[in-house]
């Protein structure tokens, strides 16, 4: 069985879901949101201060055509005593690239370098072995 991992997944699913737009395939449009859905809430970031979780807007990226993934989240920054003191936004786009597969781009505040640890947490998302089936 040959492994996928996440970014493969979504840019084929986000392919596959304009495809049955286009068709008026219904059965197989939900199909392809509950994947994204499903791939998007079991591997990528939520909670630990992502408390607003991953947004992955599906007819946003569908614009890009397979050429870029789009997702947008938001961080609950501490202070050094441990109390929530603010938040920032940030969009993570991921494009491919001969060399590695992807690089990501983050945008927003870098904010208690939080940039570092978003790169991180979305290459390991991205990087992860796709076990979710449409």
């Known amino acids: 069985m040959n492994t996928r991992h996440n970014y493969q997944a979504l840019a084929n699913a986000i392919i596959a879901h304009g495809n049955c737009i286009s ?3 219904q059965e197989w449009l939900t199909r392809w949101e509950k ?5 998007i809430k079991k591997d990528f970031p939520h909670g630990s201060g992502f408390d607003c979780g991953t947004k992955f807007d ?3 990226n569908l614009k890009f055509d397979g050429s870029k993934l789009v997702f947008t989240t938001e961080f609950h920054h501490m202070n050094e005593d441990g109390y929530y ?10 494009k491919p690239c001969l060399l590695s ?3 990501i781009s983050i945008s927003g505040p870098n904010r208690n370098d939080i940039k570092e640890l978003i790169h ?6 991205l990087h992860a072995d796709c076990t979710v089936q449409a």
């Open 23 to 25: 068709s008026g395939n």
């Open 35 to 39: 994947q994204i859905t499903q791939i």
């Open 58 to 60: 599906i007819d946003d």
């Open 85 to 94: 003191d603010g938040w920032t936004s940030h969009k993570i786009t991921v």
């Open 101 to 103: 597969g992807f690089t």
């Open 120 to 125: 991180d947490w979305f290459y390991d998302a």
